[in-house]
């Protein structure tokens, strides 16, 4: 089982950038999609980006098309968002898991063992 941990998050001015990290334990990482889900308070968990696990194949929710990329390095055994032109509805804490897949899921149930959250904050 992939076990993840995020950080990079922080408070921010909207327009601003931030890029998160998500490093994964486990041997077998590149054999996972990796997911990015955020939640914001009061609101349902969503999933915003997923990758396949050569990175060859990418989703991204509409919300966040054309501002934030996802990306991976296997050989570090993880994951980022960069995330560009933040808005404040883009507040809440960020979640990254892996998802026993070969292709990339864009549903939150495939994603297991999400990680403690990153907070990303943008003021307005």
């Known amino acids: 089982q992939v076990q993840t941990v995020e950080s990079g998050g922080g408070l921010v001015q909207a327009g601003g950038s931030l890029r998160l990290s998500c490093t994964a334990s486990g041997r077998t990482f590149s054999s996972y999609a990796m997911g990015w889900s955020r939640q914001a308070p009061g609101r349902e968990r969503e999933l915003i980006s997923s990758?396949?696990?050569?990175?060859?194949?990418?989703y991204y929710t509409d919300s966040v098309k054309g501002r934030f990329t996802i990306s991976r390095d296997n050989a570090k055994n993880t994951v980022y968002l960069q995330m560009n032109s933040l808005k404040p509805e883009d507040t809440a804490v960020y979640y990254c898991?892996?998802?026993?897949?070969?292709?990339?899921?864009?549903?939150?149930?495939?994603?297991?063992?999400w990680g403690q959250g990153t907070q990303v904050t943008v003021s307005s």
């Open positions: 990758i396949n696990w050569s990175g060859s194949s990418i």
């Open positions: 898991a892996a998802a026993p897949s070969m292709g990339v899921p864009n549903v939150l149930s495939f994603f297991r063992s």
